[in-house]
């Protein structure tokens, strides 16, 4: 079965062809992201222009590869929330004029859902996906709008156990990269510059809100804030250093949280998504702490990390069925 899928959350407009829920026959991603960088993040009104201009010659392509036409498609899957409302209304009409067109069934997508999914998506011949058999599962999504934290019993049964309280992982990195001015996206940059100052010298905050599973960062973007600003004129100020301390409290809260969950939850499978997936320290220190628990980590390929309509077509195969 094929699915066409469609995502326009956000700055990036995509398109995918999946088969059997699990097999990419395409993956198309166009995004506006050069138009945002000089305003330090995305305005959504730029966004949702950008969209309609994209989202035609994104989906035709994504035929194209797939080497299908619009008749071998058995259904079309499309991001319905969450987003930003100006970009997700272009995926969406396009979607539904699509599936009435063609008179094939609509699924309608929930993007944080569907990042989750994506370790379960065949990239490549290579490329390893999570089996089926390993759910129920604990899932953290980690990005630019979200830090959640999953029960995932099957791709129909999601729980929320808990989630960010101010800012997402993913703003955080992005909000720090403006203090430190690094430009946007601020994720991987930070990555990048943490590697050079790999040392303990500057420690900030992690907040712990015990007994839940919920997270907060804006405590910690403000004691960088503060630190910068009170540094930053010295002469030994290391922006890698306030990078790399700053990385290091994100990565141990967000470790320390879904480990916790899978003790509880009884889970040996944790499940990580979102563009924040893609962070090298969390990629390296996670899979160590989990498997002395006696838990398997999954990413997603590094494609498949930032959004993308593999994952929404791949979740959509299930709700189809
Ligand atoms: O999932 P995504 O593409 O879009 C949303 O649904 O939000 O995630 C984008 C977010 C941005 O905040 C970006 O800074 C962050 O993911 N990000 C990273 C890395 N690469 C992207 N954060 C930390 N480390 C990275 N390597
Ligand atoms: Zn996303």
New binding site residues.
């Given amino acids: 079965m094929n699915i066409l899928g469609i995502e326009t959350?956000?700055d990036e407009t995509a398109a995918a062809v999946v088969s059997d829920g699990v097999f990419v026959r395409s993956n198309v991603v166009a995004t506006s992201l050069k138009d945002h960088q000089r305003f330090g993040g995305i305005i959504p009104e730029i966004a949702s222009r950008r969209q309609i201009e994209f989202i035609d010659e994104v989906v035709l392509k994504s035929l194209l590869s797939a080497k299908a036409e619009l008749r071998d498609i058995d259904a079309v899957a499309v991001t319905r929330h969450p987003g930003l409302i100006g970009s997700l209304l272009v995926g969406l009409c396009f979607a539904r004029a699509l599936s009435r067109s063609l008179d094939k069934p609509l699924i309608e997508i929930d993007?944080i859902k569907a990042?989750l999914y994506s370790n379960f998506i065949q990239l490549t011949k290579e490329s390893t996906a999570c089996p089926f058999e390993r759910l129920p599962a604990v899932g953290l999504v980690v990005?630019?709008?979200h830090s959640s934290l999953y029960y995932v019993k099957d791709f129909k049964s999601f729980k929320l156990l808990g989630s960010t309280r101010d800012d997402a992982a993913?703003?955080a990195?992005?909000k720090v990269a403006r203090i430190l001015d690094l430009g946007y996206?601020?994720?991987?940059v930070?990555?990048r510059l943490s590697r050079q100052g790999n040392n303990d010298r500057i420690k900030f905050p992690k907040a712990i809100l015990p007994g839940s599973y919920d997270f907060s960062f804006s405590g910690l973007k403000t004691a960088v804030l503060y630190y910068t600003q009170k540094h930053k004129n010295k002469p030994d100020f290391s922006s890698a250093q306030v990078a790399y301390a700053f990385q290091e409290s994100v990565v141990s809260s967000l470790i320390e949280k879904s480990l916790d969950a899978c003790r509880k939850m009884k889970v040996k499978t944790l499940l990580i998504g979102?563009?924040?997936a893609?962070?090298?320290a969390l990629r390296s220190q996670l899979p160590l702490k989990a498997r002395s628990q006696g838990v398997d980590v999954f990413f997603p390929p590094m494609a498949l990390c930032?959004?993308n309509a593999a994952m929404v077509a791949g979740l959509g195969f299930h709700w189809h069925r």
Avoid: K, Y
């Avoid at 996206?185 to 991987?188: A, I, V, Y």
């Fill in positions: 959350s956000c993007h990042h990005s630019g709008g993913g703003e990195f992005d996206p601020g994720g991987p930070i990555d979102g563009g924040v893609a962070n090298s930032m959004d």
